[in-house]
């Protein structure tokens, strides 16, 4: 029998993310599973004629990242060459972004919808100079009068149409908004062409739907660039019957289809969790039992590579559309409110915990979208109430965002064993343009990794590509140094976590989210050869050079899936 290992890598700094943080030097892979890790003394005994021997020469080497919020299929969609790329630095004004749909009307046929992804008001010269100055159909509609433009923020929260689209999809001054959603009007009581939250169905459900062929495609460029930035597992956060008005249906019930021919194919070069979307947003607690009712079995995948956990629910929206629900107002007024159904805070409340005792009672892990405060106490109050009502060992429930997570929920979230599912990549994002809506002290504290850690939260990070691009190393570095993308400016350097800490939310505790703790998530004998080459020696690094630091290689299940040639 041979004893021989397939993969052997020496003379490294091999960060196994065990409990100790153990650093080794030499690590073994034979099949699928790490089979040693040591000295390279210990190691270099299962050498054969047939291994591969990959000299480090003091690279790091780490377990395969964990992306735990990462949307394949929407961001696969929202890239070149399916989508225009209106994010920064790409576009800096809305003139740069009519200039691209200027340019994309002049190789689209006409009457084609033109869709673009990633526009930020907070890197917009006109929105800069003039907070009150937002994105119009007035914008796009001297570019493209005639074709239809639709194109969406990069929080996924907000979508900017032309005039056009708008008479194509139906709206006008006497549309009334969906629950939860928003119609924006000037002053005269016209749309000016922005739709918020759950108002963006109306532009999803006048949408062609992505047929197969592009769902598969957007996949595949997905698994692509995820295998050049060392990712090797990802959780996909809402695919079923509720994604098909959100994303143009990217989110949709076929989108889990093509997961399935893709692993049956072998294309699947990343493990995939799946949370179930049964509704869409500002659903009522009568639709969400009827969708969850309606999910059915997940079917038969192997659950290692292709697995459905539980379900997802939307709670409330986002800050920079003041449509987070806070405890305190926002600068210029309000507070947000729950996005599900009813018409009151009271009814509003009671319907979210409704709906999370239904999932938790149906068995599910529940992956709550919230963030701000208010919202937040409210869906850690109902995972308690409901594990209270119905125990349930090792439910893992965890809250999506969680951006203003309170003492109080923290300790809630601690006590019952859920976690938090965090967004390094958002927090570079947006800092520099969120003290304008909550304040210089809230803004500073949003993404309290500090205080969740020190809590005893599980904490676990993902990128929510396409809202950022999902380069953890990015995310590393915003952990460490809490500096903002647009300024450098630090923000709230009380909630810096050290290295290992932030490793682990991508590594091991990423796992946890994925019930897959015991045989992924670190390096140590009998798991899972997931592995993440990173050149340079990632331990002695200043934080500052983390993201530009390359991935020469990445292993997915003891298979080489990515290889770049070292200098």
């Known amino acids: 029998m ?52 990959v000299d480090l020469r003091g690279a790091t080497l780490l377990p395969g990242i964990n992306d735990s919020h990462l949307h394949g299929c929407a961001f696969g969609t929202a890239t070149p060459p399916l989508s225009l790329d209106l994010g920064h630095p790409a576009v800096s004004s809305l003139g740069d972004a009519a200039e691209a749909v200027r340019e994309a009307v002049g190789r689209t046929p006409a009457g084609q919808w033109i869709t673009g992804h990633g526009w930020d008001t907070g890197y917009l010269d006109e929105c800069l ?29 907000a979508t900017w149409v032309n005039s056009k689209a708008l008479e194509l999809i139906g709206i006008d001054r006497n549309t009334v908004a969906p629950p ?32 197969r ?18 990712v ?26 093509v997961y399935r021919a893709l692993l049956a194919d072998g294309e699947l070069t990343a493990r995939v969790g799946v949370l179930l979307l049964p509704t869409g947003m500002a659903s009522t607690t ?44 926002y600068v210029s007024g309000g507070c947000g409110a729950l996005c599900v159904g009813g018409d009151t805070d009271t009814e509003r409340t009671a319907g979210i915990e409704a709906m999370i005792r239904l999932a938790h009672t149906a068995g599910h892990q529940l992956g709550v979208h919230v963030t701000g405060d208010r919202a937040i106490d409210t869906v850690a109050d109902a995972f308690a109430a409901a594990m209270a009502e119905h125990p349930r060992p090792d439910a893992r429930h965890y809250v999506i965002h969680g951006d203003f997570l309170t003492a109080h929920s923290m300790e809630v979230l601690a006590a019952h064993g859920f976690g938090v599912n965090m967004n390094p990549t958002i927090k570079w994002t947006v800092a520099d343009m969120e003290e304008e809506l909550v304040g210089a002290e809230r803004a500073a504290y949003a993404w309290p990794y500090r205080d969740a850690i020190d809590a005893g939260v599980r904490v676990a990070s993902g990128s929510d590509a396409p809202v950022t691009h999902p380069d953890w190393r990015q995310g590393l570095a915003t952990m460490m140094l809490r500096e903002s993308k647009a300024a450098g400016r630090v923000s709230g350097p009380e909630q810096r976590i050290g290295l290992a800490e932030a490793l682990r939310t991508y590594t091991i505790d990423a796992a946890w989210q994925d019930f897959a703790d015991d045989w992924k998530g670190s390096l140590e004998p009998g798991k899972a050869a997931d592995l993440c080459v990173l050149d340079g020696d990632l331990l002695a ?3 500052r050079d983390i993201p530009t630091m390359p991935v020469v290689l990445t292993v997915m299940d003891g298979r080489i899936v990515h290889e770049a040639p070292r200098v």
């Open 286 to 329: 009568e639709e969400f039992a009827r969708g969850l009712a309606d999910l059915g079995a997940p079917g038969d995948t192997d659950p290692r590579r292709l697995a459905v956990h539980g379900v997802k629910v939307f709670a409330d929206g986002i800050v920079p559309n003041k449509t987070a629900w806070m405890h305190e107002p």
């Open 180 to 211: 939860g959603g928003a119609i924006v009007v000037d002053e005269t009581g016209e749309p000016t062409g922005l739709l918020h939250e759950g108002a963006q169905a109306l532009v999803q459900n006048a949408l062609p739907p992505l047929s």
């Open 2 to 53: 041979d004893t021989h290992a397939d993969l052997v890598f020496l003379n490294g700094q091999v960060v196994t993310v065990d409990a100790d943080f153990s650093v080794a030097s030499a690590l073994a892979v034979t099949g699928q599973v790490i089979s040693a890790v040591g000295r390279n003394d210990d190691v270099a005994p299962l050498i054969g004629p047939r291994t591969r021997v």
């Open 213 to 230: 062929q592009e769902r598969t495609d957007a996949i595949r460029a997905t698994l692509a660039t995820l295998a050049r930035l060392g």
């Open 129 to 157: 100079l003039d907070p009150s100055r937002t994105p119009s159909r007035r914008d796009l509609d001297a570019v493209s009068p005639d074709h239809p433009v639709v194109l969406y923020s990069f929080s996924g929260h």
């Open 541 to 543: 690094a200043d934080p």
């Open 232 to 257: 090797t597992s990802y959780t996909e956060p809402g695919l079923g019957p509720g994604g098909e008005g959100i994303m143009r249906g990217a989110l949709g019930e076929e989108t889990l289809d």
